[in-house]
């Protein structure tokens, strides 16, 4: 069920196909001294909450750029990628749905998925519940990596928006939802009023159109948008014009204090205008749900 998705997830340098005990590559032409580059990362649990309402078309989207995004931190190109997904119960067409979600979201930035595992844990995962995990490899030129000492003082910060909460902070989303029983399935705009007021809750919409005929699944489980592509491009442009990109941090949990000083030398640190860009009006919702203040809910 799994393979014309997982076919379409191919690359040149790919060697074989499905059905070995290992996939292979080769490293791309042109390089003269390849190095690669390697991150394994997961959804964590908002697995679960896909899992609750049966939506798994975007969980491959949010793999991969879990784990391409922390690859193109080191200036590499995502080459490959490999998942493994636990399931309480195989249930084929929902273990085909979740690997082909995989396997679209590779193809959409050039990657290739070389392989992976399926696991069915009876008696220890209930019978709908699963988890996904994943290892992508790239590669740079070692002349060109990117290792978190090339920022100079007087470098300016490039904010690339979230498309959403991405895959973190679920365990308190998951917390939220229940404790205020929350209607998965019902419109967005209802449960931001009822967190944030009439007027907040209208001003938050205007900016965010998308949002208007949404309900709160949809919201809560927006695939991540994935960067590696747009952050080499970017790269790219920037050579071309004589500069370069000197550093790039991947925020995740941890927020921007936890993970803007990694793609920085120990002896620098970055100056942020806060309020310089909206914060997305899911993370006022939870916010209000869970009377937690801006710091907690960037670090979140």
Not at 237 to 265: E, F, I, M, Y
Request: aromatic share 4%; glycine share 14%; charged share 15%.
């Amino acid at each position: 069920l799994m393979g014309p998705a997982v076919a379409r997830a191919r690359r040149p340098e790919v060697i074989g196909g499905l059905g070995g005990f290992a996939g292979a590559l080769a490293v791309p032409a042109g390089y003269r001294e390849p190095v690669l580059v390697a991150s394994t990362d997961g959804i964590g649990t908002k697995a679960a909450l896909a899992a609750a309402t049966g939506r798994y078309e975007g969980v491959g989207a949010d793999l991969v750029a879990m784990c391409a995004d922390d690859v193109v931190c080191s200036g590499a190109e995502p080459l490959a990628m490999l998942d493994y997904l636990a399931v309480g119960r195989l249930v084929p067409e929902a273990v085909a749905a979740i690997v082909a979600s995989v396997a679209d979201a590779c193809a959409a930035i050039g990657c290739a998925l070389i392989g992976g595992e399926t696991a069915e844990h009876p008696g220890v995962m209930e019978a709908g519940q699963f988890d996904l995990a994943g290892c992508c490899i790239g590669v740079v030129e070692r002349s060109r990596l990117l290792d978190g000492s090339a920022a100079r003082a007087g470098d300016v910060l490039i904010g690339l928006a979230a498309s959403g909460l991405h895959a973190n902070g679920f365990s308190l989303v998951r917390s939220l939802v229940a404790q205020w029983d929350l209607d998965l399935g019902g419109a967005y705009q209802a449960a931001l009023r009822r967190a944030l007021g009439t007027a907040a809750a209208e001003a938050a919409l205007a900016a965010e159109p998308a949002h208007l005929l949404a309900t709160l699944a949809d919201v809560l489980l927006a695939p991540t948008r994935i960067y590696s592509r747009v952050v080499l491009e970017l790269r790219a442009d920037l050579l071309a014009a004589g500069h370069d990109l000197r550093g790039v941090a991947h925020v995740t949990g941890g927020g921007l204090p936890g993970n803007v000083p990694r793609a920085l030398p120990a002896d620098l640190a970055a100056r942020v205008t806060v309020g310089a860009w909206p914060m997305p009006s899911v993370m006022r919702l939870l916010g209000a749900l869970g009377g937690l203040g801006d710091e907690e809910l960037r670090a979140t």
